[in-house]
């Protein structure tokens, strides 16, 4: 579904070279829940990055659904972003100015579904995560955890191939996070692909498969993670 | 990609973007827009407007909508009586009025003044006329602000203009001799060619067209007797059209008759003196550079609301990037916005131009010494002025939201720089 191939991202501003990512081989099936652990500045969010086409790579190879999107233009990665992934960040990210189902309604718009089909999508998939009472609230009339699902709503209301997530939980007091990880056991069940940025053990398990990076390496990847497992992916090398 | 798609997100944008800002920044953003829209419009049309209303005197009270005058090299009109008669025939010709026209001196005080007194007299373009029919073709009646118009019978009787009093010139010029202690009533001797004529003042007309100011008005048949002209013909013949009437459509049609070969045929427009056609091209260049510093002053603070406006939402900007929202359609957002400010103030200020202000300018016109100053704003100069400023508008809109938009879309979600 998704493989890369020696990837490798250097960041160079000026004279300062900054090597982030170290020739990461990687490969998620579809279907599968994938989260990614790594302490503090081990890569964990540049790999996101690239892999859901937000950043390019400095070498190496990216290819979705058989797609080797090396090739591809500006243009045809923002079709694919729009088309195929979803995305959720640690804050929300939600638009300011558009209220919920706006919010969750404008990548429909924007893949051509007229206004009465993404409004009636948006409102599904915001009631689908018991939203459907915050329809019309602006982003700043609703929690944190609200936000997030709001967020989680986008993301997945076009049933994209790949859904990414951020530290979607960073922000978010226990019981959010909470339900935020239980949307994506759902989704999960109902055969997404997510691949999860954490640093947080307790939910970092709950996933099929834990990748463990450190200092721009893939150092582990470990199928069915026990809290073991996520435990000495937290652990300084 | 200028998709219909882009179009319609940026428009969806836009209207949320704006209904969700702050009023009052919404608010002053129009207001600027509003000033700017008068700037361009007002000021141009105010200077216009001074020698317009200039114009619009000379029309209404001298020349009328149509004017036939004596050929430069002539003393009067020939065949004027079947030139009055052929204007008859022709359509759209309300009223007319025949003039004589001489130039002559004025003396008062005559009786009173010893040899060695200095005569009080003053230089005048004197005209016989039929007080009714002037005053149909150019009001002249309505022009007395002292004593009372002519009537058929008022023989021996004079109106002068108020330059030819001295009590009101303005200035004390030797040039503009003026006579002194002359009032409604009071006898005064009019010499035109050595015919000596002794007139009573009935009435002082008081205007800002100089051809009525310095100028003395007398029955015609009496001057026509003094200036010895028993054949009929005129020195100048004035018409006043039908309100659909075209000046130059009757010009033409005279003119088709071949009354250019022994008379000149001009409408209120040609005979215009050329200086005020000259300072209406000044004025208009006047206003065309204060107007462009008014549209530049507009566009930067659009460029700069947009911008910050861009700036401050760099993040969102990139997070629709990020989930795949064309930068076309996020830049026409902006552009959409611009637009929206632009035509909203002008909008107003197309309320406030027509409403108030060109209403207002007609009924109390600026009181200048020269003209009663009118606002000349006609529509389709008013609507180019519009498009104007709402293509500079657009365009300082799009360019700070291009500038923004096309910056890396990870460093506007991450906000690196």
Known sequence: ?237 | MLSPLNYRIGFFLAIRQIRRASLWTTGLIIFVMVLTFLNLVVVSGILVGLIQGSINAWRSEYTSDVIISTLDDKKYIENSTNLLELIKSIPGIESVSARYSEGGTLEANYKTRKDTDKANVAAAQIFGINPSDEQSATGLGDKIFEGSYLTSGDYDKVLLGYFLLSQYVPVDDPNLAALKNVGVGDKIRINVNGVIREVTVKGIIKSKVDGLTRNAFMLDSQFRSMIGRNDGNVDQIVMKLSPHADPINVRDALTLHGVDQYAKVQTYADAQPKFLKDIINTFNMLGAAFGSIGLIVASITIFIVVFINALTRRKYIGIMKGIGIHGRAVEISYVFQSAFYALFGSGIGLVLLYGLLVPAFIAHPIDFPFSDGILVAPLSDTLFRVGLLVFATLVAGYIPAWMIIRKNTLDSILGRN
Request: proline share 4%; charged share 25%.
């Open chain 1, 1 to 237: 579904m998704i493989v890369t191939r020696n990837l490798v991202r250097t960041y160079v501003k000026g004279d300062v070279v900054t090597p982030v990512l170290k020739g990461i081989d990687f490969e998620a099936q579809e279907g599968e829940f994938v989260a990614i652990m790594g302490r503090s500045g081990a890569g964990k969010s540049t790999f996101l990055y690239q892999m859901s086409l937000l950043d390019d790579p400095t070498s190496g190879e990216i290819v979705i659904g058989g797609h080797d999107t090396h090739h591809m233009s500006a243009q045809q990665k923002m079709k694919f972003r729009l088309e195929k992934f979803g995305y959720v960040f640690q804050d929300y990210a939600l638009l300011p100015d558009l209220t919920a189902i706006e919010n969750v309604a404008l990548p429909l718009l924007m893949q051509g579904l007229d206004r009465i089909e993404a409004y009636t999508k948006a409102g599904d998939s915001l009631g689908r995560i018991n939203l459907g009472h915050r329809l019309y609230s602006l982003p700043s009339q609703l929690s944190g955890g609200e936000q997030q699902r709001v967020s989680i709503a986008r993301a997945v209301a076009h049933s994209p191939k790949i859904l990414f997530a951020d530290e979607p939980t960073a922000n978010l007091d226990n019981i959010s996070s909470r339900a935020v990880m239980d949307i994506f056991l759902d989704l999960h069940k109902q055969g997404q692909t997510i691949i999860m940025v954490t640093h947080e053990e307790e939910y970092a398990k709950l996933a099929q498969k834990l990748i463990h990076l450190d200092d721009g390496k893939v150092i582990s990847s470990v199928q069915h993670p026990t809290m073991r497992d996520v435990k000495d992916a937290e652990k300084p090398i």
